[in-house]
Each structure stands twice: as C-alpha cells, then as structure tokens.
C-alpha cells in the first residue's frame, strides 16, 4: 500500500492505541485537556504522534463543536510590533491547544472585510483584531453571533469588544520627560499616517500637548516612509532652523524609526548631537553605533493577554480597556 492511498488515522485508533475512551481523546483534542489526568493526557499525546494522528479541525467546526481555532486579522504583517505580538498569541494558543490563523491585509480595508469574512466561515472561536480600517459593522454583526473579539493596539469606538495595548499618552510623556532631560530642547515628531490607526492619533495628540506643557519646540512630520527624499529634505529643514538649542527626533514607531535611521546616515548626521529616540525595540538599535535609544513595549505580554481576554470575555462586563507600559531603553543616540 502506497503512502498515498494510506487512509488518516482515526480518534478510535488513537484511543485504542492509548487505552482511553473516544470520549477522552475528543477531550484532548477539543480543548477539554484540563478534564484529564496528566498520565491520560500523556498517553493519548504519544499514540497520535505514533499514529501521526491530526485532528480534522474543519470536520469538528462544521459539525457544530469547537474548531480550536483562533482568527488573527493584523493590519501589516511586515511591522516588527505585529511580528512580535503575533508571537505572543501563538505562544497562549498553543498552551491551551488551539490553533492560530492569521491574516494580513496590509493595511487595506476592503481585504479587511474579505478576510473577516473568511475567518467567520471557518468558525474561530475568538477573534484578535489589529485593524486597519474601520469594519465597525462586520466586528459588530461577529459580537452578535457570539464570537469573543479582542482588539489589538487599535480601537474602534462603535465594537463592543476588549481592547488590549500600549499606553500611548504615558509612553509619550516618558520620550518627552527623557528627552528634555538629556538636554533636547527642539523636537521632530515623525509618524505614518495617522487617519486609519487610533494609536498614531493618540501619540500625536500627547506629543502636541506635551511639549506645549514642557515649553518645548516641537515639529511634526506625518507621511508615508516611503518617501524617502522627502523625509531627507524634512530632517535637513529641522536641523538647519535658526537657534542652538540642541534638536532630537521622536519616532512613533518601529518602522518610523528605521526610516530616519537610513535619512540620519545618509545625512552624515552624528548620532548623540542629534538625538534619536523610537517607540518599539527593535533588535538592529542595540547593534547601531552609538545605539538607538527606544521605549520596548511588552510584546510577549500584550499577545497573551489578547488571548487571557477572548477566553475571559463572556464573563467580562462591559468591554475592558487594558493598557500596558513601554520601558525606555536609553543608549548613545539620546546622550549629548
């Protein structure tokens, strides 16, 4: 007999393979482990790897039981802040034995809608929502049908849903108060877009406030960073403005951050005389000479707490904001 024409291992081998009942190795694999000593738990683990049993997730969804999957809509799957989280939602789901589907839509909202679509076709369980538009009334008609969401880094004022992130306006305060205190007077605020994402207004608005509060001088910058030359030209016009008061660039997140990196060095800007500080900790700024000072958020812990909430959600009343402080990571780009 061929590989190929080999028929799938069944639940009742694995139980008889494990000396269980069906009923228990349905358990196992329904997210039920909890219900099953550790040594039964042990054993039916062990006769499905001999087997090489894999549990038909579509066939348990559609026959009106648990799917065991998680839906995850992230608005850009390329941002080192989505990569990170994503981790940390995969990392819960799995210790509880359910599986992660992810989907990209790159910031677009009409594949936002197509993926919330697919994802509700394929009975998630819960959802961990990063958007990128605003799907208030598909999220809403979800909430509904009774699937648990939880909103990631981003809110939409009109969902009835949990929402787990950063601590934007203390996260601004923090760059400020470090910057002031390292001797910056002037600051360049460089940001994407912030119409589509609630925290890029959030942190826009506190930089606005913050330096009016501090008697700081304070730019902003709001484009695609893309745009390469121009945030050249925007970064050569900062630091060529009248007076002697030294200048620093607050980035608002990790890709702003890279993006002025590559404008500094192309300028032949010395790293230290003008400060450089971003929100995000990204792996490269420890290796930049002198460092690139950040504020970190708690990734890991943000992604898993996404996950603590879709399985707390029906028991929580109303819908929690639950945010999360950024620790500064000082290094050589921020000392004069």
Not at 16 to 23: D, E, F, H, I
Not at 81 to 87: E, K, L
Not at 116 to 123: N, T
Request: charged content about 20%.
């Amino acid at each position: 007999m061929t590989a190929s024409s080999r028929q799938r291992p069944t639940i009742l081998e694995v139980a008889r393979k494990a000396g269980a009942s069906k009923t228990s190795v349905s358990r196992y694999f329904g997210g039920e482990r909890e219900r099953l000593s550790l040594g039964l738990q042990g054993r039916i683990a062990e006769a499905a790897r001999h087997l090489g049993y894999r549990p038909n997730q579509m066939a348990r969804g559609l026959k009106g039981g648990r799917s065991g999957l998680i839906g995850m809509l992230v608005a850009d799957i390329r941002n080192p802040f989505s990569v990170a989280v994503m981790h940390g939602v995969e990392q819960a789901c799995r210790e509880r034995g359910l599986s992660l589907l992810v989907c990209n839509t790159d910031n677009d909202p009409a594949q936002e809608r197509e993926h919330l679509a697919l994802l509700a076709s394929y009975r998630v369980e819960g959802l961990v929502i990063n958007a990128a538009g605003s799907p208030d009334r598909e999220l809403q008609s979800l909430v509904n049908q009774g699937t648990p969401l939880v909103l990631l880094d981003r809110e939409l004022g009109a969902v009835d849903a949990e929402m787990v992130g950063l601590d934007n306006a203390r996260t601004i305060d923090l760059a400020l108060t470090h910057l002031q205190s390292q001797g910056y007077r002037q600051v360049l605020y460089i940001s994407e877009p912030p119409e589509q994402a609630s925290p890029r207004r959030v942190r826009l608005a506190c930089f606005q406030q913050g330096i009016a509060e501090r008697g700081l001088t304070g730019e902003v910058l709001c484009q695609p960073l893309t745009e390469t030359k121009t945030l050249e030209r925007a970064i050569t016009a900062f630091l060529a403005r009248p007076g002697t008061s030294p200048r620093a660039l607050l980035c608002g997140n990790g890709n702003a951050t890279l993006a002025a990196a590559h404008a500094l060095q192309a300028l032949g800007v010395r790293l230290g005389e003008t400060g450089l500080l971003g929100i995000d900790e990204l792996d490269w700024c420890a290796l930049v000479s002198p460092g690139i000072s950040t504020l970190a958020q708690p990734t890991e812990v943000i992604g898993r707490a996404a996950v603590e909430c879709l399985m707390q959600r029906e028991h929580a009343s109303p819908a929690r904001r639950i945010h999360y402080q950024a620790t500064l990571i000082p290094r050589g780009s921020t000392r004069l």
